[in-house]
C-alpha cells in the first residue's frame, strides 16, 4: 500500500470511530440551575407505561420523601380537593391531545396548599397519537396570595364606598330637612303674635336641635367604626361577651321576663374586635326585646356553628313581631328605617350592625315571619 492509500484507511478508519463513539452525557447544571430559580418543577405521564416522573426541583416543590415514587393513580392527592375536577379535565384533554396553561392549588405530600402555575402539554408518537403528558408548574404562592388580598381589599373599599354613599346621603337629607325647620321656625318665632306661640315654637327649636345632636351622634358612629375596623383583633369569646352584654341591660331583660338561651360549645371564641362583638350582641338582643310579640314573653336562643366551607356563624333567633321582609326586606338594614310602631325605634341598630359585621368581611342574613319570629345569621370571614 502506497503511502497516499494508508492515509486515506487511517482517515477512513478515523471518521468511522468517530460516528461510533458514543454521545458523552448532557451536562443538567443550567436545567437545574432554571429550575430552582424560578421554583419550577417538571413532570411526565406515560399513559403507554402508566407511569410518571417527578424532577428534583418538583420533588422539593412537593415535600416528597427520597423513596416517593410517582404513580399516576396517586397524582390527584397533589392537589387541592376543590380543584381536582379541573385538573382531572386537563388530563381528559391531554389524552385527546389538549394542551394546558392555568393557575391551580396543589398539595404538597404534608398537605400544605400552595398556589401553582401550571402548563402541560400531550406528547404524540410517529403515528401523531398521544402517548402522554408532560409539563412543568410553579410555585406562585406569595404573587397570588397578594393578588387575592388585593381582590379582598378592593372588595372591601368599594363595599365601605357604598354604605359610606347611601349613609351621606340619609344624613344629609336629614340634615337639611333640620335645616329647613329651624329656620322656618326662627322665622316663626321672630314674628310671633302670643306669648303662647312663643313658648311653643321655642320648644320646636328645642326639639330640632335635639335631633341634630342625634343625626351627628349616628354619623361620628358610623364613622367610628370604619376607623375601629384597622384594630388588631383578638380572640373573642362569645359566652363572656353575651354575659357582659346580659349584666348591661339586665334591668330591661327583668322588666321583660326574658329567656335568653345559649349553645356555643361548637365554636367557643373567634379572632375579632371586642368592641363591635358586644355592639353586634347588643343591638340584636335588644332589638328582639323590643319588638317582643304582646302575647308571650320574649325567648331568645343564640348559637354558634361552622359550616362545611368552615367559616363561623353566628345565629340570634327570637319570638318576637316578625318582619314582612316581601315589604320592607330591602330597607331593613337601612339607616332611620322602622317597621313597627315603637317609640324605642329610631331605625339605628341594625344599621350600625351590619356597618360592623360587613367591616371586618363579615355577611348578615335574616329569616322573619310576621308575629312568629326573627332569625338573624352572621357569617364571619375566615
Not at 375601629?228 to 339586665?250: C, N, P, W, Y
Not at 322602622?338 to 355577611?363: D, M, P
Request: hydrophobic share 40%.
Amino acid at each position: 500500500m502506497n503511502f497516499l492509500a494508508q492515509k486515506r484507511s487511517k482517515i477512513l478508519i478515523k471518521d468511522i470511530q468517530n460516528t461510533h463513539r458514543p454521545t458523552p452525557p448532557v451536562d443538567d447544571f443550567y436545567y437545574k440551575e432554571i429550575a430552582q430559580l424560578t421554583a419550577a418543577g417538571g413532570f411526565s405521564v406515560d399513559f403507554q407505561e402508566k407511569t410518571s416522573f417527578l424532577d428534583p426541583e418538583a420533588r422539593r416543590i412537593l415535600r416528597t420523601p427520597s423513596d416517593y415514587r410517582a404513580s399516576l393513580n396517586g397524582a390527584l392527592e397533589f392537589f387541592a380537593e376543590d380543584h381536582r375536577e379541573a385538573v382531572l379535565k386537563a388530563f381528559q384533554g391531554a389524552a385527546a391531545g389538549k394542551s394546558y396553561k392555568g393557575t391551580i392549588k396543589m398539595l404538597t405530600y404534608d398537605k400544605k396548599e400552595f398556589w401553582a402555575r401550571a402548563i402541560g402539554k400531550a406528547v404524540f408518537n410517529s403515528a401523531n397519537e398521544v402517548i402522554g403528558f408532560r409539563g412543568v408548574f410553579q410555585d406562585i404562592s406569595e404573587a397570588k396570595e397578594k393578588e387575592l388580598d388585593l381582590e379582598s381589599s378592593l372588595k372591601v373599599i368599594e363595599s365601605q364606598n357604598t354604605r359610606l354613599f347611601n349613609f351621606a346621603n340619609t344624613v344629609s337629607h336629614n340634615l337639611r330637612s333640620h335645616a329647613s325647620n329651624l329656620q322656618l321656625t326662627a322665622e316663626l318665632l321672630a314674628s310671633a303674635e302670643s306669648v303662647d306661640e312663643e313658648k311653643e315654637l321655642k320648644q320646636n327649636l328645642n326639639e330640632i336641635s335635639e335631633n341634630i345632636t342625634t343625626t351627628i351622634r349616628h354619623l361620628n358612629e358610623i364613622v367610628a367604626i370604619q376607623v375601629k375596623a384597622g384594630d388588631d383583633k383578638k380572640v373573642v369569646s362569645f359566652r363572656e361577651t353575651l354575659l357582659r352584654v346580659m349584666h348591661a341591660i339586665q334591668n330591661l331583660i327583668f322588666t321583660t321576663e326574658t329567656e335568653i338561651f345559649s349553645d356555643f360549645s361548637e365554636v367557643p371564641e373567634i379572632p375579632y374586635i371586642p368592641a363591635y362583638m358586644e355592639s353586634i350582641f347588643h343591638n340584636l338582643i335588644t332589638n328582639a326585646i323590643k319588638f317582643k310579640h304582646p302575647h308571650r314573653k320574649p325567648v331568645i336562643d343564640i348559637c354558634t356553628y361552622k359550616d362545611e366551607e368552615g367559616h363561623t356563624h353566628l345565629m340570634v333567633k327570637d319570638n318576637g313581631l316578625g318582619i314582612d321582609l316581601e315589604r320592607f326586606g330591602s330597607k331593613l338594614f337601612h339607616i332611620y328605617e322602622t317597621f313597627h310602631s315603637k317609640e324605642h325605634g329610631a331605625g339605628v341598630g341594625l344599621f350600625i350592625t351590619k356597618n360592623q359585621v360587613e367591616a371586618l368581611q363579615g355577611v348578615i342574613e335574616v329569616e322573619s315571619t310576621v308575629n312568629i319570629g326573627t332569625t338573624f345569621t352572621i357569617r364571619f370571614a375566615q
